[in-house]
Nanobody
Framework: QVQLVQSGGGRVQPGGSLRLSCAAS????????MTWHRQAPGKERELVAS????????NYADSVKGRFTISRDNAKNTVTLQMDSLKSEDTAVYYC?????????WGQGTQVTVSS
């Protein structure tokens, strides 16, 4: 079955960095776009970044452009979100996602807290 298992995250001071990883299994990873989303308390889940099948095309929400970097390793079936220059407003639960085999799949979620 399709599984997306996240790791990383935690608590960091403003201006710091964190790295999120998502290990995929149960589908042909290299054939599908991957995305990262986040949901802050009291807010709707929002798309943060996306990456094409070969990693050649990436897109970012305006709020994270220039600070976050999405990447993938098709040999290891992983997608990563490098988050730099973090701000308090980046505090949220982060989810990796793919639309594979006709369904929407989500990781378990990872808390990222940016606070001094």
């Amino acid at each position: 079955q399709v599984q997306l298992v996240q790791s990383g995250g935690g608590r960091v001071q403003p201006g710091g960095s964190l790295r999120l990883s998502c290990a995929a299994s149960g589908f042909t990873f290299k054939n599908y776009y991957m995305t990262w989303h986040r949901q802050a308390p009291g807010k709707e889940r929002e798309l943060v970044a996306s990456i094409s099948t070969n990693g050649g095309q990436t897109n970012y929400a305006d709020s994270v452009k220039g600070r976050f970097t999405i990447s993938r390793d098709n040999a290891k079936n992983t997608v990563t979100l490098q988050m730099d220059s973090l701000k308090s407003e980046d505090t949220a639960v982060y989810y990796c996602n793919t639309k594979a085999l006709g369904f929407d799949y989500w990781g378990q979620g990872t808390q990222v807290t940016v606070s001094s």
